[in-house]
């Protein structure tokens, strides 16, 4: 692997600065990769598949994508449907990858490549070469319902009216969690959204990160509990923690969705850091619009209250 660099260029704020020079690499498809370095012996099964990889990218790669991570304020500003508004304490923002490649002079070649990659048909079969047997046997009906095998399944980008037709959509998402000015967690327990099928992240911390917290809790549904949801989360009571996967710099966890696949974000102390990461994710839209699974609700009172809160602050984080 190689870094050759170009003269330097002045932009503006927000910008990949110019002092921290553009770079052309030359690498190999399985370098780019969050896959590249993973085999099947990495495949966890309990409480359901993914994988947890340390070192999950080639150094010099990881630390060109460290060196050229994009400010939080240009997260903030190119975010979708970004409003003219004050960030929360600890709270989720991305660009998606739509946003990145349409805007090519506000990310560095390595995030441009990186992000590419990661929304391609060549990564999508990947994966499926990966973790395709788990896949199949957390949806023996997938296939049947889609109508072709799995590693056959068209793939577009998530966002792009032109991949509206394909059978599975990719997204990479460049994202942070803003400054914590409190002791909080930005999301508990949950899955991810009925119609996403995996899901992946991989974690940018900084060396100078020193605070608590932040770290992704692999959990399971109790013993006899019900698969019951409050509206998008799962009650702390229902579920039990199985293991921690530290926030840690190169470090990524890769799962497959499902209604048993509960993780959550653990409480980070206060600090004037944003968290950063990388999610990308395969989702289905068209193709499976009643999706992969259900959320079957709770319907106690608390329950009930509890979904009317999260509709509330959904509402505020529109305006």
């Given amino acids: ?55 999950c990218l080639p150094v010099q790669l990881y630390e060109e994508l460290t060196r ?50 990661h929304i391609s048909n060549a990564f999508y079969r990947e994966f499926v070469r990966v973790l395709g047997p788990e896949i199949v046997a957390t949806y023996p009906q997938l296939e049947r319902r889609i109508g072709c095998p799995l590693a056959n399944f068209t793939t577009g980008v998530l966002g792009d009216s032109s991949s509206r037709n394909c059978q599975i959509l990719l997204d990479c998402h460049i994202g942070i969690n803003t400054p914590a000015i409190r002791r909080s967690s930005v999301r508990r327990v949950h899955t991810d959204a009925p119609d996403e099928l ?20 692999i959990l399971r549904w109790k013993e006899n509990r019900e698969h019951r949801f409050v509206g998008s989360e799962v009650d702390e009571s229902d579920g039990e923690l199985v293991y921690t996967v530290p926030y840690r710099a190169n470090t990524a966890v890769i799962l497959i969705n499902s209604d048993t696949a509960l993780h959550a974000v ?23 619009p009643e999706g992969l699974f259900t959320k079957r609700q709770k319907m106690t009172p608390y329950a009930l209250g509890r979904r009317a809160l999260q509709r509330y602050q959904k509402a505020r984080r529109r305006f």
């Fill in 198 to 217: 995996f899901a992946a992240l991989l974690y940018f911390r900084r060396d100078e990160d020193k605070v608590s917290g932040g770290d992704l809790e």
């Fill in 1 to 55: 692997m190689r870094f050759a660099g170009n003269p330097p260029r002045n932009e503006r704020q927000g910008d990949v600065r110019r002092d921290q020079r553009r770079i052309a690499l030359n690498l190999d498809m399985s370098e780019l990769s969050i896959l590249g370095r993973v085999t099947r012996a990495d495949v966890r099964h309990d409480p359901y598949p993914h994988i947890a990889i340390e070192n």
């Fill in 266 to 288: 653990s409480e980070r102390a206060p600090t004037a850091l944003s968290r950063r990461l990388v999610n990308i994710m395969g989702r289905f839209r068209r193709a499976l």
């Fill in 68 to 117: 050229t991570y994009p400010e939080d304020a240009t997260i903030l500003e190119l975010e979708n449907n970004a409003r003219h508004r004050s960030a929360r304490q600890n709270s989720r923002h991305d660009v998606t990858a739509p946003g990145i490649l349409a805007r090519p002079e506000r990310f560095s070649s390595a995030w441009l490549e990186f992000v590419a990659y």
